[in-house]
């Protein structure tokens, strides 16, 4: 499996911007695909964005046409820039990676939002 180390995460005001980094500990061009997920309290795990090895992205409803996710192949990392934030993106983040070898989760990064 690939660890994942999250970072980028912390606290700002609505309307602000943030971008998260997830950094690999393999070359991410052969995962099959790579995601962004969030926890917030008392909620279930839902998924923010997810590439594809194809190159293909997916949105939750709630974050398209404010967040986007890319990669840069060379730094096996992806990101996840998100921007107009908003107090219900309060969450805790986390990257996956969807590989031959299973699904992989990083520790998670926290991301605050205050009104």
């Known amino acids: 499996q690939v660890q994942l180390v999250e970072s980028g995460g912390g606290l700002v005001q609505a309307g602000g911007s943030l971008r998260l980094s997830c950094a690999a500990s393999?070359?991410?061009?052969?995962?099959?695909?790579m995601g962004w997920y969030r926890q917030a309290p008392g909620k279930q795990r839902e998924l923010v964005a997810r590439l594809t090895r194809g190159g293909s992205t997916t949105y939750a409803d709630s974050v398209k046409a404010r967040f986007t996710i890319s990669r840069d192949n060379a730094k096996n990392t992806v990101y996840l820039q998100m921007n107009s934030l908003k107090p219900e993106d309060t969450a805790v983040y986390y990257c996956?990676?969807?590989?031959?070898?299973?699904?992989?989760w990083g520790q998670g990064t926290r991301v605050t939002v205050s009104s």
């Open positions: 393999k070359t991410i061009y052969s995962i099959a695909a």
């Open positions: 996956n990676a969807d590989s031959s070898a299973g699904s992989s």
